[in-house]
C-alpha cells in the first residue's frame, strides 16, 4: 500500500491515477468520502483517510504503507497565521518523516519553488536553504522544513523533497483563481473567445513576455516516481524544465491547441501584486540529472495540448 497525502489536490491526484494500475492506495486527504472527490474519478476504490487521523493511525500502527508520498499542505501564499502554518506544514511533516524513519519506509514530500524567494540568488536546488529568503510565510514553512530534515542524523531509506515550479495540467480545476494560466486561458477562450495577460512592469520585459518554468504535471510525477524507486543521495530536488518560456508562448499554445487564431490583450497588473511579481523564474535541473533521472522534459506545446484534449474530455 501507498500513501498519498494532498491526494484529492492536483499533484496528488495525478500521482494517484499514476500509481493506481499497479499499487493498492491509501488516499488521505481533508475531504475523504469518494463520491465527493471530483478528481479521484476513476480510480480503483480503496481506502480512505482524513489528514487530521493520519498520522494518528500510523503511529498506532493501523496504517503502515510501503512508502508515504506527502503532498499535502496548506498552500496559501497570503496565509499570515504562523501558528498554523507551522502545525500544517512544518510540524505534521516532521511526524511523518519520524515515522518512515523508524519503519525504514521511503518518503517524497512537497517542498515548493516559493523558498527561492524573490529569485535574486536563482533558482539553483544545490544552494543551502539556510541561505534562502522566502517571501512569504508558507515559503518560510517549506524552507523551515527542508532545513530540519537536512539537519537530521536519521532519515527515512529512501527521501526527498520536491520543489514543484509553474505546474499545470489535468485535474487543477478545483484550484480556481490558484490554478495554472493554462487552465484560465482554457476557461477565458471558452467564455470569451479571448485571453487576457498582465502587462509588464519591468522594461525588460514586453507585455506578456514574463517568463516562468512551465512544467507540465506528469513530468513531476516522473520525478516523484524516479526519486523514490531509485537510489539517490537524500535532499531537496528542482521539479521543472529548467526552459524558462513566456506567458505568451503559454497562451498562443492554448489558442494553437484549439485550432484558433491567437487572441491575447493585456491588463494592468493590481498593484499589490506588482509588488511581489517575479518576472523570470526557471528551475537549476542539473542537480537531478546528476542523480541519474534523465527523463526528458515534455516540451510546452505538447503539454499544453495533452491539457487542453482533458479539458475538452472532462468538460
Not at 519591468?202 to 520525478?223: E, M, W
Amino acid at each position: 500500500m501507498i500513501a498519498i497525502t494532498g491526494a484529492a489536490g492536483f499533484i496528488g491526484a495525478n500521482l494517484a491515477h499514476r500509481l493506481n494500475a499497479t499499487h493498492e492506495l491509501l488516499l488521505v486527504d481533508l475531504t475523504t468520502p469518494p463520491c465527493h472527490v471530483p478528481n479521484w474519478a476513476g480510480l480503483k476504490s480503496g481506502p480512505t483517510c482524513h489528514r487530521d487521523e493520519f498520522v494518528t493511525h500510523l503511529e498506532s500502527n493501523r496504517w503502515k504503507p510501503e512508502a508515504i508520498f506527502h503532498l499535502g499542505a496548506c498552500s496559501s501564499t497570503t496565509e499570515k497565521n504562523w501558528d498554523y502554518l507551522r502545525e500544517n506544514n512544518l510540524e505534521y511533516t516532521q511526524r511523518l518523516w519520524t515515522w518512515c524513519t523508524r519503519n525504514e519506509r521511503p518518503f517524497i514530500y512537497a517542498s515548493s519553488a516559493a523558498t527561492y524567494g524573490d529569485g535574486s540568488q536563482g533558482f539553483d536546488d544545490r544552494t543551502p536553504p539556510t541561505e534562502l529568503i522566502p517571501l512569504n510565510l508558507y515559503g518560510k514553512s517549506k524552507n523551515d522544513f527542508d532545513i530540519w530534515a537536512l539537519e537530521q542524523k536519521l532519515a527515512p531509506p529512501r527521501w526527498a523533497g520536491l520543489k514543484f515550479f509553474n505546474v499545470y495540467g489535468p485535474r487543477e480545476s478545483h484550484k480556481g483563481r490558484m490554478a495554472s494560466v493554462v487552465f484560465q486561458t482554457y476557461r477565458q477562450i471558452q467564455a470569451t473567445g479571448g485571453m487576457e495577460l498582465f502587462r509588464s512592469t519591468d522594461p525588460k520585459y514586453a507585455d506578456g513576455g514574463q517568463l516562468r518554468d512551465f512544467v507540465f504535471v506528469d513530468d513531476c510525477v516522473d520525478h516523484m516516481l524516479w526519486l523514490w524507486k531509485n537510489s539517490h543521495p537524500g535532499g531537496v530536488y528542482n521539479s521543472g524544465t529548467g526552459q524558462a518560456r513566456s506567458f505568451h508562448d503559454l497562451a498562443k499554445a492554448v489558442f494553437d491547441s484549439l485550432g484558433l487564431p491567437a487572441n491575447i490583450s493585456f491588463v494592468d497588473m493590481p498593484a499589490d501584486l506588482a509588488k511581489q511579481y517575479q518576472n523570470f523564474t526557471q528551475a537549476e535541473t542539473t542537480k537531478l540529472r546528476g542523480v541519474g533521472c534523465t527523463v526528458p522534459p515534455t516540451s510546452l506545446e505538447d503539454g499544453v495540448r495533452k491539457t487542453v484534449d482533458w479539458l475538452r474530455d472532462h468538460s
